[in-house]
């Protein structure tokens, strides 16, 4: 079987794509968890959340988007097929009267259940970022391979994300995708790592778009599964990933959601009742080529 990630195919099995290991095994014991995710750079957990709450913060997404003209309404709605040629759409945000419809959603990433999780696995009281990316990617769509350092490291670097896919996610559906290894490279964490998307006047945040360079030239081997409604899978700010093209008819709707120690530094850009997000990028016009920036990386 292959899997297109960008312009590439990946054969799964081979030396470019394997299957993400899931760590239920070990659930309960924090101990066993935080040195796997320090191992392996990520936990894929299986049913970490309700099932029923992932389909109340689905259904809050799909009704955005269905107030955008985008859902293609001769299939049930909570299908989320897509109507012909349309963009994906980023829900960005924080918990607000204006963001009140979401609120399912901000409780499925955010209630005491999750908090605790991150409470004892980090081994001391947990926060979470204010600031939420839901997000629908479109058919056709993908994300290109990146460390979330990039748009999240003013405040401490032990900060991690959980990815929550909003409903199952087949391999068709462009799952995400871990680059093993990738938290151990340490010229790339040394120049691009340190990039700040604000401040750097690059004009991605994305490192690379082949995701065969990482394997062939970086030695990283990508990493996926299909994901079922209520998985997640938790990574640190230095573990590569990029996601698969989608490949159906409907958005590949999820959500990367923040957590770190409550006494560590944040990154301002993300906290409070009205973070300042990215102020800079996207909106500069002197911008150099990720290209340009990783040739005075000597990468
Ligand atoms: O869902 C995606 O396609 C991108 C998610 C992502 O980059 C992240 O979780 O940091």
Same mark, same amino acid.
């Given at each position: 079987?292959?899997?297109?990630?960008?312009?590439?195919?990946?054969?799964?099995?081979?030396?470019?794509?394997?299957?993400?290991?899931?760590?239920?095994? @070990?659930?309960?014991?924090?101990?066993?968890?935080?040195?796997?995710?320090?191992?392996?750079?990520?936990?894929? @957990?299986?049913?970490?959340?309700?099932?029923?709450?992932?389909?109340?913060?689905?259904?809050?997404?799909?009704?955005?988007?269905?107030?955008?003209?985008?859902?293609? $309404?001769?299939?049930?709605?909570?299908?989320?097929?897509?109507?012909?040629?349309?963009?994906?759409?980023?829900?960005?945000?924080?918990?607000?009267?204006?963001?009140? =419809?979401?609120?399912?959603?901000?409780?499925?990433?955010? %209630?005491?259940?999750?908090?605790?999780?991150?409470?004892?696995?980090?081994?001391? /009281?947990?926060?979470?970022? #204010?600031?939420?990316?839901?997000?629908?990617?479109?058919?056709?769509?993908? $994300?290109?391979?990146?460390?979330?350092?990039?748009?999240?490291? &003013?405040?401490?670097?032990?900060?991690?994300?959980?990815?929550?896919?909003?409903? %199952?996610?087949?391999?068709?559906?462009?799952?995400?995708?871990?680059?093993?290894?990738?938290?151990?490279?340490?010229?790339?964490? %040394?120049?691009?790592?340190?990039?700040?998307? #604000?401040?750097?006047?690059? /004009?991605?945040?994305?490192?690379?778009? #082949?995701? @065969? /360079?990482?394997?062939?030239?970086?030695?990283?081997?990508?990493?996926?599964?299909?994901?079922?409604?209520?998985?997640?899978?938790?990574?640190?700010?230095?573990?590569?990933?990029?996601?698969?093209?989608? =490949?159906?008819?409907?958005?590949?709707?999820?959500? #990367? $959601? &923040?957590?770190?120690?409550?006494?560590?530094?944040?990154?301002? &850009?993300?906290?409070?009742?009205?973070?300042?997000?990215?102020?800079?990028?996207?909106?500069?016009?002197?911008?150099?080529?990720?290209?340009?920036?990783?040739?005075?990386?000597?990468?």
């Amino acid at each position: 079987m292959k899997l297109q990630m960008g312009n590439a195919y990946l054969e799964m099995g081979s030396k470019y794509l394997t299957t993400l290991r899931d760590s239920n095994d @070990i659930l309960g014991d924090f101990n066993r968890l935080s040195e796997r995710l320090a191992e392996d750079g990520y936990l894929l @957990i299986r049913q970490f959340h309700n099932k029923e709450n992932i389909q109340l913060a689905r259904q809050a997404l799909v009704d955005r988007l269905n107030n955008q003209g985008k859902i293609n $309404t001769d299939y049930p709605l909570i299908d989320a097929i897509a109507k012909e040629d349309v963009k994906g759409s980023f829900f960005g945000g924080v918990p607000s009267d204006e963001n009140q =419809d979401l609120a399912p959603f901000y409780e499925l990433v955010t %209630n005491e259940e999750v908090m605790d999780f991150f409470s004892h696995l980090l081994g001391e /009281e947990a926060l979470t970022l #204010d600031y939420k990316w839901p997000r629908a990617v479109p058919p056709g769509g993908n $994300t290109g391979a990146h460390y979330d350092i990039v748009y999240m490291g &003013r405040g401490t670097k032990d900060l991690y994300t959980m990815w929550t896919p909003l409903g %199952n996610v087949t391999y068709e559906q462009g799952p995400l995708a871990m680059l093993l290894g990738s938290q151990h490279f340490e010229k790339v964490k %040394n120049s691009y790592g340190k990039m700040d998307v #604000d401040r750097d006047h690059v /004009e991605t945040g994305w490192f690379s778009n #082949d995701p @065969i /360079e990482l394997v062939d030239h970086f030695n990283g081997q990508w990493a996926t599964t299909e994901f079922e409604a209520g998985d997640v899978i938790i990574f640190g700010m230095f573990m590569m990933h990029s996601s698969f093209n989608n =490949d159906s008819d409907s958005f590949r709707m999820s959500a #990367d $959601t &923040r957590y770190q120690a409550a006494s560590e530094a944040t990154d301002e &850009r993300w906290v409070g009742k009205n973070p300042k997000g990215h102020y800079a990028w996207g909106k500069e016009k002197d911008l150099i080529t990720v290209e340009e920036a990783r040739k005075t990386w000597g990468l």
